[in-house]
């Protein structure tokens, strides 16, 4: 749901007659804008929505309506969810059962709605099994696919759900190799994150060696933060493509200076797959690359020269055009595609005027389902009529879209994978154990102006009050004896921070929270003005050994902490 102004969003939505409800264990921006907003024990998303499916399954609301027609698995729901009334969940998530038959019978009343969910629900132990619960919650109220409802996105390039044949696909495949040290899953071609340091630090057939790192800073925002940065110390070799000398990059052997973001052109790539609305806007660079620096597209084509043995004097063109060599043979031997069986050579001489991601934009672009095919819709979009566009082209509201987005074997939705059913044994085990009483659990923040470590460098981003603070809620502090604007110790498994209280009741009783990106005191960055503002990283106390059964994501909220004045 990526969209400007949500605020003005959401104050239209209320305004005619729509009601926001929000769920976090913090009182966020959204949840001030909204009709309700109700704390929830952070990690305990899926206990809530158990208990609203029970809710809905029990007293007969479920009405898929068209979907039931398109589900596998759906009958098994009712049985899977009948452990977890209200009753049974409400002292784990924090809101009365009462509450959650009452927002559980409203959502099955409205004319439509949308249960979404988004980083807060994904980063922590059940991550996958509360993404998986949304849907299934949008499925049995009829609210996936339907106007007003939950909406797949059609974007104009690079959208799978766009590409092959509608309905069909290969799925989602999980756990086809496990990281070499730990034996965890890969997931979607990626071992987790978490893994990287003892990856590195673990002898072995297979252990990390060198390492190259673009545009990230991993000792930030990675788990054991602490940990990660002793590893990359006994690297053998390492370099980084980076316009900062950071907290990560200062271990570079070779740091390999980018652009700026004025002096490339831009595509939402990502963001135009979750939009609220189809749209596609191009920008195209402001000012030229000075002279003696390459685009990170050439340095990545350098090192793929480099790295696949064709040494440091590779044919940079030869490269580039390999790479848009593969895409258009897959779009060409595509039975779907719209530019299938085309001369190839005709469609080579048409994307010529482009070179690097500009030239393989251009190529899906053209390929997607609003794209001009090489000339056989001739008014369809190309990169250079996005180019000549003073603004978005705006490409429509979101429409109805299944069974045709389906990328599953079977053609329907699977509501009911085997993998994620049966960790609701563990959603059991964990509603099961004790709480203790006075347990102090850590949640991340995000503010306007830093969302991430590379925002604080800039003086405008970090003028004003300090924002890397310790959220406290007045009933800890008073337990713990914290007091406002005082200096307070966090310690986890994984290690210890310090930093000054805000006491607020915008955080629930047993939650703490830090911001995430912080930590700017490393001695060998060079970042004048995030030094100046240091603050902590709050992936110091991350544990690399807590994750998301399914996904790999680290855990990252309900993090288990004590908390003491220094």
Same mark, same amino acid.
């Given at each position: ?39 929830? #024990? ?37 049985? @899977? ?105 890969? /997931? ?88 609220? #609305? ?21 340095? =990545? =084509? ?15 063109? /030869?490269?580039? %055009?390999?790479?848009?060599?593969? @895409? ?17 050579? %005709?469609?080579? #001489? ?8 500009? &030239?393989? @934009? ?14 056989? &819709? ?33 053609? &329907?939705?699977? @509501? /009911? ?81 310090? /930093? ?67």
């Amino acid at each position: 749901m990526t969209a400007p102004d949500m605020k003005r969003r959401l104050r239209e939505l209320r305004a005619r007659g729509g009601r926001v409800v929000v769920f976090d264990p913090r009182r966020t921006r959204t949840a001030d804008a909204a009709d309700e907003h109700h704390f929830i #024990r952070p990690g305990s998303d899926a206990f809530f929505l158990l208990g609203v499916l029970h809710t809905l399954l029990t007293e007969e609301r479920a009405a898929p309506g068209r979907l039931a027609e398109m589900c596998n698995g759906l009958e098994k729901i009712g049985s @899977l969810v009948r452990e977890f009334p209200p009753e049974a969940v409400a002292a784990a998530c924090g809101i009365e059962a009462g509450e959650i038959r009452r927002l559980a019978r409203e959502l099955a009343g409205a004319p439509t709605a949308a249960v979404y969910a988004r980083i807060g629900t994904c980063t922590q132990e059940f991550g996958t099994v509360t993404s998986w619960l949304v849907d299934v919650l949008n499925v049995v109220t009829g609210n996936l696919d339907r106007t007003g409802g939950a909406l797949f996105t059609r974007a104009a390039a690079a959208a799978a759900n766009t590409m092959g044949t509608p309905g069909k696909g290969r799925g989602l495949r999980l756990g086809r190799w496990t990281s070499r040290v730990r034996g965890l899953p890969e /997931a979607c071609g990626e071992i987790p994150a978490a893994c990287l340091s003892e990856e590195i630090e673990t002898p072995g057939e297979g252990q990390i060696r060198a390492l190259v790192t673009i545009c990230g800073n991993p000792v930030l925002s990675t788990p054991n933060g602490a940990r990660l940065r002793r590893a990359l110390e006994s690297l053998e070799f390492m370099v980084s493509v980076d316009i900062y000398l950071n907290e990560t990059t200062r271990h570079a052997d070779v740091v390999l200076p980018g652009l700026s973001s004025l002096e490339q052109p831009h595509y939402p790539l990502g963001f135009t797959q979750l939009a609220v #609305r189809n749209f596609a806007r191009y920008s195209p660079p402001i000012f030229d690359v000075p002279a003696g620096q390459m685009p990170e597209w050439q340095i =990545l =084509l350098r090192l793929t020269g480099i790295l696949s043995g064709q040494g440091p004097d590779a044919d940079l063109e /030869a490269l580039d %055009d390999f790479v848009c060599e593969q @895409l258009l043979q897959k779009a060409l031997s595509s039975p779907t595609s719209n530019i299938h069986g085309r001369e190839v050579d %005709d469609i080579r #001489r048409q994307l010529s005027r482009y070179r690097g991601p500009e &030239r393989l @934009l251009d190529l899906q672009i053209r390929t997607g389902p609003y794209g001009d095919g090489f000339g056989a &819709r001739p008014e369809g979009l190309t990169l250079a009529t996005l180019a000549a566009s003073e603004h978005a082209i705006d490409l429509g509201p979101l429409e109805p879209r299944l069974p045709g987005a389906l990328r599953t074997p079977s053609g &329907r939705i699977e @509501l /009911a994978p085997e993998p994620l059913v049966e960790d609701l044994a563990r959603v059991r085990a964990r509603l099961a154990a004790d709480r203790a009483a006075d347990a102090l659990v850590l949640v991340g923040r995000r503010d306007l102006r830093s969302n991430n470590s590379w925002m604080h460098n800039l003086p405008g981003l970090v003028s004003g009050r300090e924002r890397c603070t310790l959220h406290v809620h007045p009933d800890d502090a008073r337990r713990l004896g914290l007091a406002d604007g005082a200096r307070a110790r966090v310690r986890s498994r994984a290690g210890s921070v310090e /930093a000054p209280v805000q006491i607020t009741d915008a955080v629930m009783p047993g939650v703490a929270s830090l911001p995430h990106g912080w930590g700017h005191d490393d001695p060998g960055a060079r970042l004048g003005v995030a030094r100046a503002h240091a603050g902590v990283s709050s992936n110091d106390l991350t544990d690399e050994n807590d994750l998301d059964a399914h996904s790999g994501n680290a855990v990252l909220n309900g993090i288990p902490i004590t908390v003491e004045a220094v």
